[in-house]
């Protein structure tokens, strides 16, 4: 059936649910799991009267973001290590999450990728977006979603 499976995560609790039935699915296939986070660009503005957030902050910005991400894929290897399945991290930036879901899935040859929903609906997901909808109209691997 599966042997590689990329489970995104953006350290939610609905996240982590999907990141548990993954790991169930993993074990029962025999697959190896890729753990993976999108560590946003911070893209400095311009705020006011001209005041810039400068490089250093930027820079700043994104290595925090990145260690919460580790944190986060480390949550998913304890749980795949737990179920004694072969286990991968991946913390990467990416210009957006989905994009990087894609990407990541792709590059790890990876036959499928397993993620959450948030369920959004209506107004939310319009003014949020959905990143399970944008990996399921991008992706060309099999895309599970756990709700």
């Known amino acids: 059936m599966f042997k590689h499976i990329l489970i995104p995560t953006d350290g939610s609790s609905i996240a982590f649910k999907a990141v548990k039935a993954g790991v169930a699915l993993a074990k029962e296939t025999g697959a190896k799991i890729t753990g993976y986070y999108a560590v946003e660009p ?11 957030i400068s490089p250093k902050m930027a820079a700043e910005f994104e290595r925090h973001a990145k260690t919460v991400g580790e944190k986060h894929v ?47 609906r209506g107004l939310n997901a319009l003014i949020m977006g959905s990143v399970t909808n944008k990996v399921l109209s991008h992706s060309k691997i099999p895309v599970l979603v756990y709700r």
């Open 42 to 52: 911070f893209e400095p503005s311009v705020y006011g009267d001209g005041y810039v």
């Open 74 to 120: 480390a949550k998913i290897g304890r749980s795949a290590k737990a179920a004694g399945v072969p286990f991968h991290r991946l913390v990467l930036k990416a210009a957006t999450p989905y994009e990087g879901i894609v990407d990541a899935a792709k590059k790890q040859k990876c036959d499928v990728i397993f993620m959450a929903s948030h369920g959004r």
